[in-house]
T-cell receptor, first 117, second 113 residues
Framework: DTGVSQNPRHKITKRGQNVTFRCDPI?????LYWYRQTLGQGPEFLTY????????KSRLLSDRFSAERPKGSFSTLEIQRTEQGDSAMYLC???????????????FGPGTRLTVL | KQEVTQIPAALSVPEGENLVLNCSFT??????LQWFRQDPGKGLTSLLL?????REQTSGRLNASLDKSSGRSTLYIAASQPGDSATYLC????????????FGKGTKLSVKP
């Protein structure tokens, strides 16, 4: 399967614990995005990478959040000292940098659902 | 600041009906617009991408139109089926960029047999 994969699919943790999620993009996609989605809302952008460089971070990405993309392949999103407000679906997407403007189509993974007790 | 609005928030139709979902955005300086489908508890499936230079894009029973100058897009679904039941989301990049997407809250569609 050549789609975007995310692990784990579900994570239940206690408040104050650290969690890490992994995203494997479509192979040869050089752009990778993280979004967060809460119930009844559309996804909200967190951060994005082009190859291994983190190019943009949303104000939603507090200092408890960190993302990496070593070697420009898979990416990890870590949340330290989790809070109940971090409970959400964390979505990863990837795209390839197009030669033509406007063809940057993003493909999403199945998401990781985080529940903080 | 780019904002995306989708109307209606929910829609229930009988099977076989044709329907239109609406999306509006505030900054028309977009490179493209994407429509997605999301089933409950799942990730997003890309349905259609329309480049800013295009007026419409078709895939099977789906047709998406884009009026960039008025900041509007519509997703037309022909001959709806119960399997079309899902939440439909539209998304655009911030004006003048090709990076992240800004999403509406979606339209929850229910097609009754």
């Amino acid at each position: 399967d050549t789609g975007v994969s995310q692990n784990p699919r579900h994570k239940i943790t206690k408040r104050g614990q650290n969690v890490t999620f992994r995203c494997d993009p479509i192979s040869e996609h050089n752009r990778l995005y993280w979004y967060r989605q809460t119930l009844g809302q559309g996804p909200e952008f967190l951060t994005y990478f082009q190859n291994e460089a983190q190019l943009e971070k949303s104000r939603l990405l507090s200092d408890r959040f960190s993302a990496e993309r070593p070697k420009g392949s898979f990416s990890t999103l870590e949340i330290q000292r989790t809070e109940q407000g971090d409970s959400a679906m964390y979505l990863c997407a990837s795209s390839s940098r197009p030669r033509t403007s406007g063809l940057d189509e993003q493909f999403f993974g199945p998401g990781t659902r985080l529940t903080v007790l | 600041k780019q904002e995306v609005t989708q109307i209606p928030a929910a829609l229930s139709v009988p099977e076989g009906e044709n329907l239109v979902l609406n999306c509006s955005f505030t900054d028309s300086a977009i490179y493209n617009l994407q429509w997605f489908r999301q089933d409950p508890g799942k990730g997003l499936t890309s349905l259609l991408l329309i480049q800013s230079s295009q007026r419409e894009q078709t895939s099977g029973r789906l047709n998406a139109s884009l009026d960039k100058s008025s900041g509007r897009s519509t997703l037309y679904i022909a001959a709806s089926q119960p399997g079309d039941s899902a939440t439909y989301l539209c998304a655009v990049p911030p004006g003048g960029s090709q990076g992240n997407l800004i999403f509406g809250k979606g339209t929850k569609l229910s097609v009754k047999p």
